[in-house]
């Protein structure tokens, strides 16, 4: 059993920062891959970005490429999305999730296994 707690959302104004974290309680986080993804009232849940288990490959959705970054600490069980340069339509809330299988930064839900209960982030414009 895998269990994912986020922290970070909140408030903020346009052009700001956050950074989210997802810490783990998985015994073996660090042969899977892990991805955030996001839904805004009355959307599906998008995907927003994937990291593999090493931390070695990732994956963006367009909407976010140069702004958001995926990492990973396996020694803290912990994955972390930093978001720059904030926009209102970043506004939703933000789910992490892990992967047990290919260890792979898969962009589908379907390829997930446990999801965390997400975060609120708001952008004011």
């Known amino acids: 059993q895998v269990q994912l707690v986020e922290s970070g959302g909140g408030l903020v104004q346009a052009g700001g920062s956050l950074r989210l974290s997802c810490a783990n309680s998985?015994?073996?986080?660090?042969?899977?891959?892990m991805g955030w993804f996001r839904q805004a009232p009355g959307k599906e849940r998008e995907f927003v970005a994937a990291i593999s288990w090493s931390g070695g490959r990732t994956n963006y959705a367009d909407s976010v490429k140069g702004r958001f970054t995926i990492a990973r600490d396996n020694a803290r069980k912990t994955v972390y999305l930093q978001m720059n340069s904030l926009k209102p339509e970043d506004t939703a809330v933000y789910y992490c999730a892990a992967d047990l299988g290919s260890g792979q930064p898969g962009v589908s839900r379907d390829e997930y296994d446990y999801w965390g209960q997400g975060t609120q982030v708001t952008v004011s414009s």
């Open positions: 998985g015994r073996t986080f660090s042969t899977y891959a």
